[in-house]
C-alpha cells in the first residue's frame, strides 16, 4: 500500500516544558481522506505544522508525498496544500489576486495559471465575488477561498485544518460535501484535523484519535465505534411493565443483552441492531408488551472518546481552554 | 537567484497594492512629513541668525532631514504589517509555499525603498516651492534619495526582526518612540550639530540616522566634501547590511521555534 504520510514517534517540547507531542504517529494512505480527531490542545495544530514544514520535531520523523520533511523541506512544500485554522487569506486584496500571487509562488504564471484561478473560483463558486475585496466575503466564502488557495498548484496531499470550525451548520454540510467531492475529483490524500466527531466519522476513512499528544485509538470509524461491541436499541412500550413480561419475553434471545427497564423505555444492546430489531418487536408483541417505537443507534465516536480516555470530549475541551491547551493557537 | 527576485517583486507589488487602496494611509503618509517641513520651518525659522548655523535659509537646512526622518519612521513602522500578517496566517501561509524566505524580507524592504523614493521627491518639491534652492547641485539630490532608501531599508530589517521577535504591535510603538524618536533629535536632522553640546555630538558620530544626515545634506552643499559623504555612505550601506542579516536570522529562528 502506497502511504502519503508517515509520521513516526513525533515529540514537541515547547518553552516551559510543555510537552505538546508525546510520540505522535501514524500512516495515511494515499488518495484516501485521514481524519484526526481530538479535543483543543490535543497536538493536531502541533502535527500539522509539522508535517507541512512549518515547525520542526525534538524527537521523530515524517514523510510526505516521499519527502523527508526535515532533509527536504523545499520538495515538501511543492507537493502539498496548507488550509490552516487561521485563514492566512490577505484580507486587503481581491480574491483572485490572493489566488494569483499563490500560484507564482510555486512559479507558476501566464495563462496556465489564470486558468487554474478562473476554474478554481468557479468551482468554489466564487466567480461573482472573484474581484472584490477579500474583507466583503462572509465567513463560508472566505473558507472557500481558504481551500481554493490549498489547491491553486494542483498538490498531491492537503492539509485541511479544523476546516469548519466558526462555520455554521449548514455552511459546514457545504463544506463537507465540497471535501468528499475534491477527495475523489482530484485524487488527492487529505488530511483532515477536527474537533468535531460528526465531521470526523462522515468523512474520514480511516482515522486517529488525540489525547494530549498520543494517538490513543487508530482504525475506520466504524471499527473505532466497534469497541463498543454493538448497537443501542432503544423502544418506547406503550404501557410501563408492571409484572416482568418484558424480560421473561426477550429472556430467550441470545444476541440481545444489557437490557434496562426504565418505566416506558427499554434500553439493550445488540451485536447488529438492525437485524435484532423484528425478533425484539415480535417477542414483545407476543409477550403481551405493544411498542410504540423503536430506534437504533451505532455508537458515536463520543462513545468511544469517552471510553479511551475516561473523559468526554465536551468536558475535554473545556479543560484545555482553562488549563494547559491554548499553547497549540496561541503561542507559537 | 531571478527567481528570488521575482519573488520579491511579487511581495513588494502585494504591499503596494495594499497601501493603495487605503487613501487615509496615503493623506496621512503625504499630509504628516508636509506638516512637518512647515511646522518646523516656521518654528525654528529664526534659528539660522545663530551666529555658526552655516546656512542662511532654514528651509533649505530642514527639508533633507525632513526628507530622511520620513524613510526612517517608515521604516520603523515595518513591523507593524508583518506582525498584521503573523496573527492573520498571512505569513504562515506563505512559509509553507516554496518562496524563497529572503523575498518575505525583501519584499517589504523594496516596498519603503520604493515609497520612500516618491516621498523624497514629494518633500523636495515642497521644499523647493517653500524657497529652498538646491540648484548648484542638483546630482546631490540623487545622493540624498539613495540616503533615505538606505537608511529606510535599515530601520525596515530591524523593525521586521523586532516584530518576529516580539510578535507584539506595543513593542513596535515603542520601539519607535524610545529608538527611533531619540535618534532622530541626536542628529542634525534640526539644527546643525555644532550647535549641539559635546556628548550629542559624540553620540552623533555613532548614529546611523546622523551618517545618512551628514552623507545626504552635504550632497547638497554648493561645495560638497566628498570624503566625508563616502564615507558616511559607506556606514550607512554596512549597517542596512547588517540590519539585512538579523532580519533574515530573526525570520529563520521564528521558523525553528514555531
Known amino acids: 500500500m502506497d502511504h502519503a504520510i508517515e509520521a513516526e514517534g513525533l515529540v514537541k517540547i515547547y518553552p ?66 496548507v488550509v490552516s485554522q487561521r485563514s492566512g487569506v490577505d484580507r486587503e486584496a481581491t480574491g483572485r489576486e490572493n489566488l494569483r500571487l ?15 484561478v478562473s476554474e478554481l473560483l468557479d468551482r468554489l463558486g466564487l466567480a461573482e465575488a472573484a474581484d472584490r475585496i477579500v474583507k466583503t466575503f462572509s465567513g463560508g466564502m472566505q473558507r472557500r477561498l481558504d481551500i481554493a488557495l490549498g489547491l491553486v498548484h494542483q498538490p498531491t496531499v492537503l492539509f485541511l485544518d479544523e476546516p469548519t470550525t466558526g462555520l455554521d451548520l449548514e455552511v459546514r454540510a457545504d463544506m463537507w460535501d465540497e471535501i468528499t467531492r475534491l477527495a475523489s475529483e482530484e485524487g488527492l490524500t487529505i488530511l483532515l484535523t477536527t474537533h468535531y466527531l460528526e465531521e470526523a466519522d462522515r468523512l474520514a476513512k480511516q482515522l486517529v484519535i488525540v489525547d494530549r499528544g498520543r494517538v490513543v485509538a487508530e482504525g475506520t470509524p466504524d471499527e473505532l465505534k466497534g469497541v463498543l461491541k454493538g448497537d443501542a436499541i432503544t423502544v418506547e412500550l406503550e404501557e410501563p411493565d408492571l409484572d416482568g413480561r418484558v424480560e421473561r419475553a426477550l429472556a430467550p434471545m441470545f444476541d440481545v443483552r444489557e437490557i434496562q427497564l426504565d418505566g416506558k423505555t427499554l434500553r439493550a444492546r445488540s451485536d447488529d441492531g438492525a437485524r435484532a430489531v423484528p425478533a425484539v418487536l415480535q417477542a414483545l408483541e407476543t409477550g403481551g408488551a405493544p411498542v410504540a417505537s423503536v430506534t437504533v443507534s451505532r455508537p458515536s465516536l463520543d462513545d468511544v472518546y469517552l471510553r479511551l480516555t475516561g473523559r468526554s470530549f465536551a468536558e475535554a475541551d473545556t479543560e484545555a481552554e482553562s488549563g494547559r491547551g491554548d499553547q497549540e493557537g496561541v503561542r507559537r | ?137 542638483p546630482a546631490g539630490l540623487l545622493l540624498l534619495v539613495v540616503c533615505s532608501v538606505l537608511l529606510g531599508a535599515s530601520f525596515g530589517a530591524l523593525s521586521t526582526a523586532m516584530a518576529v521577535v516580539v510578535r507584539k504591535e506595543e513593542t513596535v510603538i515603542a520601539a519607535v518612540n524610545f529608538i527611533i524618536l531619540p535618534l532622530t533629535f541626536l542628529s542634525g536632522v534640526f539644527i546643525t550639530l555644532s550647535l549641539a553640546p559635546g556628548w550629542i555630538r559624540t553620540a552623533a558620530r555613532f548614529n546611523p540616522v546622523n551618517w545618512a544626515v551628514e552623507a545626504g545634506r552635504g550632497a547638497l552643499a554648493p561645495s560638497p566634501d566628498w570624503g566625508v559623504i563616502l564615507a558616511r555612505l559607506g556606514l550607512l550601506a554596512a549597517f542596512a547590511l547588517v540590519c539585512g542579516w538579523l532580519a533574515t536570522r530573526a525570520f529563520r529562528a521564528y521558523q525553528r521555534s514555531a
Open chain 1, 102 to 116: 499563490q500560484g507564482q509562488l510555486f512559479d507558476m504564471g501566464g495563462r496556465a495559471l489564470e486558468g487554474r
Open chain 1, 16 to 81: 516551559g516544558d510543555i510537552r505538546a507531542l508525546d510520540g505522535v504517529g501514524f500512516r495515511v494512505e494515499a488518495g484516501t481522506i485521514f481524519g484526526m480527531l481530538g479535543p483543543n490542545g490535543a497536538g493536531k495544530s502541533t502535527t500539522v505544522k509539522i508535517l507541512t514544514t512549518l515547525s520542526r520535531p525534538d524527537e521523530g520523523r515524517a514523510i510526505v508525498a516521499g519527502f523527508d520533511v526535515l532533509e527536504r523541506p523545499s520538495d515538501v512544500r511543492r507537493a502539498i496544500g
Open chain 2, 1 to 137: 537567484m531571478s527567481r528570488a527576485l521575482r519573488q520579491t517583486w511579487y511581495m513588494t507589488r502585494r504591499h503596494l497594492m495594499g497601501l493603495f487602496r487605503q487613501p487615509v494611509w496615503i493623506a496621512i503618509t503625504l499630509v504628516q512629513p508636509i506638516i512637518w517641513i512647515l511646522l518646523y520651518g516656521a518654528l525654528f525659522k529664526r534659528i539660522v541668525d545663530i551666529p555658526g548655523f552655516g546656512s542662511d535659509n532654514y528651509i533649505d537646512f530642514l527639508t533633507p532631514g525632513i526628507v530622511l526622518m520620513t524613510a526612517l519612521f517608515s521604516g520603523g513602522w515595518t513591523g507593524m504589517g508583518l506582525i498584521e500578517d503573523m496573527k492573520a496566517g498571512v505569513t504562515d501561509r506563505f512559509l509553507v509555499t516554496p518562496v524563497s524566505r529572503g523575498a518575505l524580507i525583501a519584499g517589504r524592504l523594496l516596498m519603503l525603498g520604493i515609497i520612500a523614493v516618491i516621498q523624497s521627491a514629494i518633500l523636495l518639491s515642497i521644499g523647493m516651492l517653500l524657497g529652498a534652492s538646491y540648484r548648484e547641485n
